[in-house]
């Protein structure tokens, strides 16, 4: 039994490209401005980022009227409503926007749909920070339909004028679902001009699709309040894996869960920093699951800059630095 035991650790799994983005962009304004800086709700949906990134002299504030008048402000990879930037121009406060560019995306279609009077129908999470954004994008014009069971309560002013948009990082089948429910209530439904759940979730979701079937259990690697990461979990036993659990850290693996295991399957939510993973495989290789084999099912290689705001003070603090030392050499 002992030789036979075996983890299944799925790729991609971890950091998106808007992850990426968003964590280093409190890292260099950190680096460029100095501590404190900072960031309204947390950058990303995870625990140890957070905790990493508080370490390092970033404070993170629910909202706009927690940071002192004319003090640096970052918004988080989740995207904000016009409202906010409007809260931070009134307060002096000088907002760099690390929304990834994929929740923009969603931002601006609810713009563009809203000016040419369509109900706008938005699948997602209520409460969740993404929808809040990009609900205030256009309230007038944006009802949330939160899953398939809440169709019936959908309704519209004019049926051939009604498109669906969606929270980046849903169940690509629930979504799915939702989307006939609601074609059936509304034939004449319009979908997004192209997927609002990026690639990012959906790729994660298709790997753990591939490996779920022959694990017994599949560990999650992400915070409990991180939506995709509890979408991984959900799809890893929907595609057949006797059980699945979300953790933010090796320590919270129960040996009870591993007992009667042969296959664990292991991945990570976007917003999980590899390093997270591997002491998971520490942990289960102490415990005989020592043979690891990646499960791939597509290569990311996307990669987005900083935002614009952040890299003209860097470019303008390195000009500023060059001339310094041209002056001290001369
Ligand atoms: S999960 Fe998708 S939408 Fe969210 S930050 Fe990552 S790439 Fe962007």
Redesign the pocket.
């Known amino acids: 039994m002992t030789g036979s035991k075996r983890v299944l650790l799925a790729k991609p799994r971890g950091y ?4 990426d983005r ?1 964590v280093q962009t409190v890292e260099e304004a950190l680096k460029l401005y100095g501590a404190p800086i900072y960031v309204r709700k947390e950058i ?1 949906h995870n625990k140890h980022v957070v905790s990493t990134l508080q370490a390092k002299g970033a404070i993170f504030v629910e909202e706009n009227e927690e940071v002192p008048e004319g003090a640096i402000v970052v918004f988080s ?2 995207g904000v409503a016009p409202e906010v930037h409007e809260q931070a121009e009134a307060r002096s406060l000088k907002a760099i926007d690390a929304t ?4 923009t995306k969603v931002h601006q279609e609810a713009r563009r749909f809203a000016a040419e009077d369509y109900d706008i129908l938005l699948i997602g999470h209520e409460g969740h920070e993404e929808v809040v954004g990009t609900t205030g994008e256009a309230p007038a014009h944006i009802q949330l339909v939160d899953g398939p069971d809440s169709v019936d309560k959908v309704t519209v002013r004019d049926p051939s004028k009604v498109v669906w948009l969606s929270q ?2 849903l169940s690509v089948d629930e979504t799915l679902e939702t989307v006939a429910r609601l074609k059936t209530k509304l034939p004449l439904l319009m979908s997004p001009p192209s997927d609002d759940i ?4 959906s790729n994660r979701q298709d790997a753990v699709k591939a490996m779920a079937p022959n694990c017994d259990l599949v560990l999650v690697v992400g915070s409990q309040n991180s939506s ?1 990461s509890q979408r991984l979990r959900e799809v890893a036993v929907d595609a057949g894996a006797k059980a699945g659990y979300l953790i933010d850290y090796a320590s919270e693996i129960q040996d009870e869960w591993l007992a009667d295991a042969t296959t664990v399957g292991v991945t990570s939510g ?1 917003s999980v920093p590899d390093e997270l993973v591997m002491e998971v495989l520490d942990f289960l290789a102490e415990r005989g699951f020592g043979d690891v084999a990646e499960i791939t099912t597509a290569q990311e290689k996307l990669v987005f800059s900083l935002p614009q705001e952040l890299k003209r003070d860097m470019k303008a603090n390195a000009a500023a630095r060059a001339a310094e030392v041209a002056k001290t050499l001369s």
Do not use: D, Q, S
């Not at 998106?16 to 992850?19: L, Q, T």
């Not at 990834?100 to 929740?103: G, Y």
């Open positions: 998106c490209a808007g992850v968003a990303v990879a989740h990834c560019p994929l929740v980046t990082t990026c690639y990012a979730t995709n976007a």
